[in-house]
């Protein structure tokens, strides 16, 4: 290449690179720099398109993740036997969902979606022992890790369930009966191929409030630099729920942090908490 080009290009890369320094949190280190999600995407902010998406994918069969449990008889992994506190759409027999009903029903409900390895989901419960929890986690091995996690402890207020909630959740659980939904940190899905997959979309945000008490909590957390206005846009949809309220974040001041949330302490990345009433 010839040297006057080489002088141009050069100062440009040098520019680029502390541009690219510039935006990364101080003591990131570098393996771990590709896990910044960051304008990796784009995010769809109409409401109105990420339903028609969603309507449009399950028609094909691909908006849930795992597949539709309908269509889904012979599942790959086993699930421990009944009346173990685990719940399977469509597997576990009709005696053992009559107990799921007993036990969402005896005591104030919490339900964590996309619980992860249930490292949040397992200390609160321990710390709240006469409420009752029930944790959602479509990845099995993540789901069995975190059930295992709970019968080391002994826990007797926790189920667990690998099916996708925005299955579970309209057919299976009592209207009114939750009061409180923890999403912490959901997968924003960038590619518009897979908006679908979110659980922030208006629809489910409608189930959501369907199945809250009235006074209950939608607590979102997201380390997404563009999602919390997204979350906003969203829930403002749904009339049922006032406007994000900083003032309930008192009321989890001592809760666990989930396996990512630790992970963005350790590296200085903000976490954005939001918290939604059901009026
Ligand atoms: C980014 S991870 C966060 C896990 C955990 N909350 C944490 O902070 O470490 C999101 C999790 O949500 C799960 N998930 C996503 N959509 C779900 C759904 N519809 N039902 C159940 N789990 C879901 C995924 O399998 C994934 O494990």
Request: proline fraction near 9%.
């Amino acid at each position: 290449m010839e040297e006057g080009r080489i002088s141009v290009i050069a100062p440009l890369l040098r520019a680029f690179g502390s541009l690219l320094k510039a935006t990364m949190p101080e003591n990131l280190p570098r393996k771990h720099r590709g896990a910044i999600r960051r304008g990796r995407g784009r995010l769809e902010l109409d409401p109105t398109a990420l339903d028609a998406v969603w309507a449009q994918q399950t028609q094909k069969g691909k908006g849930l993740i795992g597949g539709d449990p309908g269509r889904r008889p012979h599942w790959k992994h086993p699930q421990p036997p009944e009346p173990a506190p685990w719940y399977r759409h469509g597997q576990s027999s009709p005696q053992h969902r009559q107990r799921l009903l007993a036990f969402l029903t005896a005591a104030p409900l919490e339900v964590e979606i996309g619980a992860g390895d249930g490292r949040f989901i397992t200390a609160w419960a321990r710390q709240h022992p006469q409420r009752h929890f029930f944790a959602f986690e479509v990845r099995w091995k993540y789901a069995h890790r975190l059930f295992e996690r709970a019968q080391q402890l002994g826990l007797e207020n926790l189920w667990v369930s690998d099916n996708d909630a925005r299955v579970v959740l309209p057919e299976v659980f009592p209207d009114e009966s939750v009061e409180v939904f923890h999403i912490l940190m959901p997968d924003p899905w960038w590619k518009p191929k897979h908006q679908a997959k979110r659980l922030i979309a208006p629809w489910f945000v409608e189930v959501l409030a369907r199945k809250l008490r009235p006074g209950g909590i939608l607590r979102v957390e997201t380390d997404v630099e563009g999602y919390p206005e997204f979350v906003h846009a969203v829930v403002a949809q749904v009339a049922a729920f006032s406007p994000h309220d900083p003032t309930l974040a008192s009321r989890f001041a001592n809760a666990p942090l989930t396996t990512r949330q630790l992970w963005c302490r350790e590296h200085a990345i903000p976490i954005y908490r939001l918290f939604f009433r059901k009026q």
